[in-house]
């Protein structure tokens, strides 16, 4: 006998409008698990990538000085507790859904991101803060930044 959930388990989980899988909620709790293994600390809290035991979490997502170099100019990871928490969680989702970002940053994991997760990332950002300076203001390409850069190699000429 296939090991099948019980028929006063099935009829509850009808009348509920339960899904009989467990799944997960939206939640802050699952929005802080999602940052750390979504790579979002890796670039946008200071030190994270080095050290991820070391930098508490009051100092998560707060934008990072590092510059990131490349044929796009030089970009840095922003200050997003002064960013998500401005926004709605509807505004959020349609902005993630829209994220077309210069490198390095991931848009296209904002992109095809489950909502439930989007809106998880969301309620923990909110529940973190506003927070912090806004990070650096991109530069074009062709100026050369004050701060120390990650350089990525330029695409080979033609
Ligand atoms: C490899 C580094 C990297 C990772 C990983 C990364 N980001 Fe970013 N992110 C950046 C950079 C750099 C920018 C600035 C891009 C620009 O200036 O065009 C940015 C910009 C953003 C913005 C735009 C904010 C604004 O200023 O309006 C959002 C939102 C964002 N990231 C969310 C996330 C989330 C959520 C995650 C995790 C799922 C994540 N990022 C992971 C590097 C990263």
């Given at each position: 006998?296939?090991?099948?959930p019980?028929?006063?388990t099935l009829?509850?989980c009808c009348?509920?409008?339960l899904p009989l899988a467990s ?136």
């Open positions: 006998m296939p090991n099948l019980p028929v006063r009829l509850l009348l509920a409008g799944q997960a909620e939206p939640s802050a709790e699952r929005g802080r698990y999602l940052v750390q293994v979504a790579g979002c600390n890796d670039c946008h809290t200071a030190g994270y990538i080095l050290a991820p035991d070391q930098v508490p979490e009051s100092a998560w997502l707060l934008g990072d000085s590092l510059g990131w170099s490349g044929p796009w100019g030089t970009t840095y990871a922003s200050n997003l507790r002064l960013v998500l928490p401005k926004l709605s969680e509807e505004q959020w989702l349609q902005l993630a859904r829209n994220a077309n970002y210069r490198p390095p940053m991931p848009s296209h994991a904002l992109r095809i991101m489950e909502e439930d997760d989007l809106r998880s990332i969301h309620r923990f950002a909110k529940q973190l803060g506003e927070a912090g300076q806004p990070a650096p203001a991109a530069l074009p390409p062709g100026q050369t930044a004050q701060g120390p850069v990650v350089q990525f190699p330029m695409p080979p000429a033609q």
